[in-house]
T-cell receptor, first 117, second 112 residues
Framework: DAGVIQSPRHEVTEMGQEVTLRCKPI?????LFWYRQTMMRGLELLIY????????DSGMPEDRFSAKMPNASFSTLKIQPSEPRDSAVYFC???????????????FGPGTRLTVL | QKEVEQNSGPLSVPEGAIASLNCTYS??????FFWYRQYSGKSPELIMS????GDKEDGRFTAQLNKASQYVSLLIRDSQPSDSATYLC????????????FGKGTKLSVIP
C-alpha cells in the first residue's frame, strides 16, 4: 500500500492568496483527519470525515478554512485568503474502524509545509 | 477542555540506558492511549497503544497506564541513537469517539 499521499509537500504563497492542500487516504479507510502542527500549539485536529461526511469541524480556526471530501479517495483543505499565521505543517491521516476500542489507528501522510509570506 | 500534557524536554539519556517519557490527561473518560514517534521533518508514526491499566510490552518499548492517576508512560529500554525523536502522547475518549487529542511531545536525545 502506498500509504496516505499528500500534495504539495511544500507550498510558499503570499498573504491573501488561496491555498489548496490535497490528500489521498489509504484505500479502504473510512475515516480521514486533517491536522495542523506548529511549535506553539502542537498537533491540532482541524476536521475529520467518516465515509466522506464531515463529522466534526470544531477545530477549523476560521471561516477562511474549508475542507471537502468528494469521494472516498480524495480530500482537500482550502485556505482563502491565507495569512502568515496559517504557516504550519498540515497533516492528513486516515484510519478504519475495527471491532472494540483497539482499532482506529491513524496513519499519517508526509505532510504539507505551508509558508505564507 | 480535553488536555494531554507532556514535558517538552529535551530529555537526554546515554546510549543503552532506559528512557522514561511521561504523559497526563485531563479527560477522565479517555479509554485509549497512543504513543507516536516523530522524527524531525517527518510525520508521526504509531509505536504503541494501550487500553487497560498496567503494562504492555513490545520489544524494547513498554507502555504503562494508570487510569486512576490519569497517567501514561513510555519506557524505552537499551536506548539507541536512532530513538532520538519527539514522542507524542495521544488520548481517545471512548469507543464512540474517533478523535485523538495530542500532547505537544517530548524531545528525546540518545547520546552515543
Amino acid at each position: 500500500d502506498a500509504g496516505v499521499i499528500q500534495s504539495p509537500r511544500h507550498e510558499v504563497t503570499e498573504m491573501g492568496q488561496e491555498v489548496t492542500l490535497r490528500c489521498k487516504p489509504i484505500s479502504g479507510h473510512d475515516y480521514l483527519f486533517w491536522y495542523r502542527q506548529t511549535m506553539m500549539r502542537g498537533l491540532e485536529l482541524l476536521i475529520y470525515f467518516n465515509n466522506n461526511v464531515p463529522i466534526d469541524d470544531s477545530g477549523m480556526p476560521e471561516d477562511r478554512f474549508s475542507a471537502k471530501m468528494p469521494n472516498a479517495s480524495f480530500s482537500t483543505l482550502k485556505i482563502q485568503p491565507s495569512e502568515p499565521r496559517d504557516s504550519a505543517v498540515y497533516f492528513c491521516a486516515s484510519s478504519t474502524l475495527g471491532t472494540g476500542i483497539s482499532y482506529n489507528e491513524q496513519f499519517f501522510g508526509p505532510g504539507t509545509r505551508l509558508t505564507v509570506l | 477542555q480535553k488536555e494531554v500534557e507532556q514535558n517538552s524536554g529535551p530529555l537526554s539519556v546515554p546510549e543503552g540506558a532506559i528512557a522514561s517519557l511521561n504523559c497526563t490527561y485531563s479527560d477522565r473518560v479517555s479509554q485509549s492511549f497512543f504513543w507516536y514517534r516523530q522524527y524531525s521533518g517527518k510525520s508521526p508514526e504509531l509505536i504503541m497503544s494501550i487500553y487497560s491499566n498496567g503494562d504492555k510490552e513490545d520489544g524494547r518499548f513498554t507502555a504503562q497506564l494508570n487510569k486512576a492517576s490519569q497517567y501514561v508512560s513510555l519506557l524505552i529500554r537499551d536506548s539507541q541513537p536512532s530513538d532520538s525523536a519527539t514522542y507524542l502522547c495521544a488520548a481517545r475518549s471512548g469507543a464512540g469517539s474517533y478523535q485523538l487529542t495530542f500532547g505537544k511531545g517530548t524531545k528525546l536525545s540518545v547520546i552515543p
